[in-house]
């Protein structure tokens, strides 16, 4: 079976700064473009941003919306971490441990995007916690 890829599609103001953000500051490949929309490779994951009229306004927190990646190496996570502070981008959320001590331990930081758009990035002490784990009922920050 090949790979099956993840796409997501998201709202911008500004397609000359959604490249510099994602392009210059994460890394991400452009591809397809037009002046409505850009494609972009986030890690073999295809992100649409598409522009928007509407007003793009901050969330109070991280629940309900955002989106991310999972890192299977933590060399990997710390090279992003590493190049987000090298860039300048905006962390929503400074990195962190979470549930440290527990099968469910992690690391994790957020980055909010010039549109708002808030992006997690995480590695999993133990991979089985990534979709198992089922006995414990921790997710996210909130109680």
Known sequence: ???????LAFPVNDI?????????????AIGRENAQS?????????????LTEEPLLSQKGIYPRHFGLIFTTESDWEALLERAQRQGLTFYQSPKYRFTGLPLEHRTFFLEDPFHNLMEFKYYAHPEAIFGEASFTQIGDRV
Do not use: D, E
Not at 1 to 7: E, S, V
């Open 1 to 7: 079976m090949n790979p099956t890829l993840f796409h």
């Open 16 to 28: 000359a700064r959604t490249k510099a953000y994602y392009a210059t500051g994460l890394g991400c």
């Open 38 to 50: 850009v494609i972009l490779n986030l890690y073999g994951h295809q992100l649409v941003a598409h």
